[in-house]
């Protein structure tokens, strides 16, 4: 997934769990003016589960499958297209976030 897709991936998800944008600045689901930047979703596991998998709560699950030399595929629990999610041994995180992306979509 080229760059500029994972920034506009970031910025959808970060839109789902209540950050807005105005005026070039981005504030907490709380409206605190964001100072240090942004979480960055599609490189972080800690900041996926600190943020997005709390607000999963009306969603179905997220499933993981690890094959091989440590492939790794996300999708939700009741679909079996994990061949969406190309392997993706070292970013976990962009995983996830194409699998939560999925379901909000799907919505």
């Not at 981005?26 to 409206?31: A, K, L, R």
């Not at 993981?64 to 595929?73: Q, R, V």
Request: charged residues 20%.
């Amino acid at each position: 997934m080229e760059k500029a897709d994972q920034v506009r991936l970031n910025h959808e998800l970060l839109l789902w769990v209540g950050f807005t944008l105005t005026n070039g600045v981005w504030s907490y689901p709380d409206g605190v003016t964001v100072d240090n930047g942004v979480p960055y979703f599609p490189e972080s596991l800690d900041e996926c589960f600190k943020w997005l998998v709390p607000k999963l709560g009306d969603y179905p699950c997220i499933k993981f499958d690890f094959e091989g030399k440590g492939a790794i595929f996300a999708y939700a629990c009741d679909s079996n297209d994990k061949n969406a999610f190309s392997p993706l041994s070292k970013t976990p995180a962009l995983a996830l976030c194409l699998a939560i992306q999925k379901l909000i979509r799907s919505k």
